[in-house]
């Protein structure tokens, strides 16, 4: 079922999605889907969840950098992934407070699971101890989401490199780890 | 007209969106609205390509960190305004490809025009000379999209100041004076 959703979401947009056109493609009767699902909202939303519940881990190559380098690899696959199901995702979570509300649970459950490259890092005295993970890890990756997603540009070469480096150097500086500062 | 559109979006959303409604509310002809903008897509295009059309010049503060959270801020009150005039537009980016493509205008001509805030950084020695302007904003902006707009959660107290200060770590360290790195 949700494989349906994915498949008519990156074929047709999310204009076109209905419960009955994924119920149409998943072969199953469409109150069975109006009973579970209620509407696309949920479904988009269990396709978020679903995402998440995995094996998921984060890259563990030894470094800092290296981690962050393979991380943003992978942001920058899914991304530019053909066909593009991620960015169809993301754009369907404009349209459906649920969708963004699972798409934002999946995000913070990435985040939550990446902690421990910051953790090994802090360890192998790369970055002071007290540097925050979760500042450090948005700020290696979200350049990416920002050209890619907001400012849909293509990647220009060395983005991702670029990003996780800038990271690094801030994160070793100590960018991370005052306490929470007054936003002035 | 323009102001119609923009109204109409804050207050019913996309969806409600037609040449028809934004016809109605500017008290103008629709046939007029269709000759000269065709549709919502038109619309919206010269909604981002007006608000681009202005004066605006970057924060000139004395320092680069200081240029940095004054457009942090300024980025940060976009986002956050109510009625969520920006939001709404960039949640229509997403429903059209000549929206998204003006919201992309936008963005390259507000970074380009930010580009004084580093070289004035560059001439106060405050970052090494060949330190690239396009990177070093992004990294210091990109978290606040990422936060607000992406994944949707409330501002974090200090997120613009975190993002400000880390690029400029990021940036006196040597982050974005390396040409074009191989994205490996």
Redesign the interface.
Known sequence: MLDAVRAELVEHGYDALTVDTVAARAGVHRTTVYRRWRDVGGLLADVFDTAGDDTWRPPDTGSLLGDL?ALNDEVLAALTERPPATMAL??AS??SEEA??A??RF??DRYARCEPVVRRAVARGEVPAGTRAR?LL??A???L???L?????PA????????A???V????????T?P?????
Chains 1, 2 share one sequence.
């Open positions: 380098l993301i754009a404009f349209r963004a509300r798409l934002g995000w913070e500042p948005i700020s990756t979200a350049p989401y920002h050209r997603v907001l400012m849909r540009v220009e070469p060395g983005l991702a490199a670029l990003a480096r800038s990271a150097l801030a994160a070793s500086a100590g960018a991370f005052a929470e500062p007054g936003d002035t």
